[in-house]
C-alpha cells in the first residue's frame, strides 16, 4: 500500500503493541524519531531494540521536539487521556491504542480535541484491514446478504486461563473498569458495526470474574469473560460471547452475519476466507483479487496464495494513517469517533451487567 511521504514519528510507551506498531511504521517508511517510556533506562532499552533515533527522558520532551510528526500512544489504558490530549495540544498527529479511553467522557473529550485542533487522529482497530473483511463489507452493501437477520459473534482467548497468569490490564486503575470487552470485545463489536453498517441500539450483558486474585494482583475487578445479547437498528438481534479463559483458543475473532439471501463467516484465525452460505449449498470464498470487491483489493498487499495476517491488517491500519495526515482520504479508517463509540458500548455493557436490565447505546 501507498503512504504519505515519511513521516517522523515518536512513541510513548513500547512493550509488545510499540514493537507492533515500530514494525508497520517502517513499512509505511516513517522515520521512527524518537521514544519515551517508563524510564529512562528503558526508553534506551526500547530505543535500541526496534531502532529509534533517540530515546527520550519523558512524554513532555517528545512532544516539545517539532521534528516529530505524529505521537503512537502506546500506554497503559488509564493514561491515554493525558498523552492523547498533551500531543493534540502540541499539534501532533496521533494514533492512540485501544481502549481510547477508560470513560466515554474522556473519550469524548479526545475525539472533540482532536476534531477541534484538526490533527488525524486514529484508533487501531486493525481487523478492519483484512482484506476479506472488506469483501464481507462489500457484499453486505450490494445487498447480496439480503435484510439482515442475526449476527453471532465471539473473541476467544485463554491467556489469562490460570489465576497465575497476570497482567497489568486485570488492575483497574491502569487498564479501566472493564478487561475483557474494553480490550477484545471492543474489537467484536466494531468488527460487526463496520461489515454490517448497522449500529448495535441496545445491549444486555453478563459478566465473571474466574478469579479475583491473580499471581501479583488482589481484589480485582475486571471482567474474565462476556455474553451479551444485541439488538441492532434495523432490528435484527444476535448474541456475543468474550472470553480471554477459554482454553485453546489464542486470539478467535468470529463474526457470523445472517440475511434473508446469505450468510457471511469470517474468522480471524482464518483470514484468508469467507464462508458463505445459502438455501441450496454454501461456499468457502478464498481471497482472489480477480473475485473481490475493488476495496479488498486494495488492502490485498500480497498475491493471492501468499497469507496475510495480523501483522499486514496493522500495516495497513497505519499506512492508511499516515496517508490521511497528507489529506488523502481512504475507506474505513477508524478515527477517535470510532474508538468514542467503542467506549461508548463498553459502558453500556457494564451498565446493563450491573443493572440486569437492557441499556441503549
Not at 521534528?67 to 493514561?79: G, Y
Not at 469483501?135 to 476467544?156: C, D, F, M, P
Request: aromatic share 6%; with cysteine; net charge negative.
Amino acid at each position: 500500500m501507498s503512504s504519505a511521504p515519511a513521516l517522523r514519528v515518536g512513541f510513548i510507551g513500547g512493550g509488545f503493541m510499540g514493537d507492533v506498531h515500530s514494525r508497520a511504521s517502517r513499512a509505511a517508511r516513517a522515520t521512527l524519531a524518537g521514544v519515551c517510556s517508563s524510564s529512562r533506562a528503558s526508553s534506551e532499552r526500547v530505543a535500541t531494540t526496534l531502532g529509534f533515533e533517540k530515546a527520550f527522558d519523558s512524554a513532555a520532551d517528545l512532544l516539545a521536539d517539532d521534528a516529530i510528526d505524529l505521537v503512537h500512544v502506546v500506554t497503559p489504558n488509564a493514561t491515554h487521556l493525558e498523552f492523547a490530549l498533551a500531543a493534540i495540544a502540541a499539534g501532533k498527529h496521533v494514533v492512540c491504542e485501544k481502549p481510547l479511553a477508560t470513560s466515554t467522557s474522556h473519550a469524548a473529550q479526545l475525539a472533540a480535541a482532536a476534531t477541534a485542533a484538526g490533527v488525524t487522529a486514529t484508533v487501531p482497530f486493525v481487523y478492519r484491514f483484512h482484506p476479506m473483511v472488506r469483501e464481507a463489507r462489500a457484499r453486505v452493501r450490494a445487498g447480496e446478504t439480503g435484510q439482515l437477520l442475526s449476527i453471532q459473534g465471539s473473541y476467544l482467548q485463554d491467556w489469562l486461563l490460570a489465576s497465575s497468569d497476570d497482567n497489568w490490564r486485570v488492575d483497574a486503575k491502569l487498564g479501566g473498569p472493564s478487561r475483557a470487552f474494553a480490550d477484545i470485545g471492543s474489537h467484536l463489536c466494531d468488527l460487526t458495526e463496520f461489515v454490517t453498517g448497522d449500529r448495535i441500539s441496545r445491549v444486555q450483558a453478563l459478566t465473571r470474574i474466574v478469579f479475583d486474585q491473580r499471581a501479583t494482583n488482589r481484589g480485582i475487578t475486571t471482567e474474565d469473560l462476556v455474553a451479551v445479547l444485541v439488538e441492532t437498528g434495523s432490528g435484527a438481534i444476535g448474541t456475543l460471547l468474550v472470553s480471554q479463559v477459554a482454553p485453546g483458543r489464542k486470539n478467535r475473532l468470529h463474526l457470523e452475519i445472517s440475511g434473508s439471501a446469505e450468510t457471511i463467516g469470517f474468522d480471524q484465525e482464518d483470514p484468508e476466507t469467507l464462508w458463505l452460505g445459502r438455501r441450496t449449498g454454501s461456499q468457502l470464498l478464498r481471497r482472489n483479487n480477480d473475485e473481490l470487491s475493488a476495496d479488498a483489493v486494495r488492502v490485498s498487499t500480497l498475491p493471492p496464495g501468499h497469507p496475510l495476517g495480523y501483522q499486514d491488517a496493522f500495516n495497513a491500519f497505519v499506512a492508511d494513517s499516515y496517508a490521511a495526515v497528507a489529506g488523502e482520504a481512504r475507506e474505513g479508517l477508524p478515527t477517535f469517533d470510532d474508538g468514542l463509540r467503542a467506549v461508548r458500548l463498553t459502558d453500556a455493557v457494564l451498565e446493563s451487567a450491573r443493572s440486569g436490565n437492557w441499556i441503549e447505546t
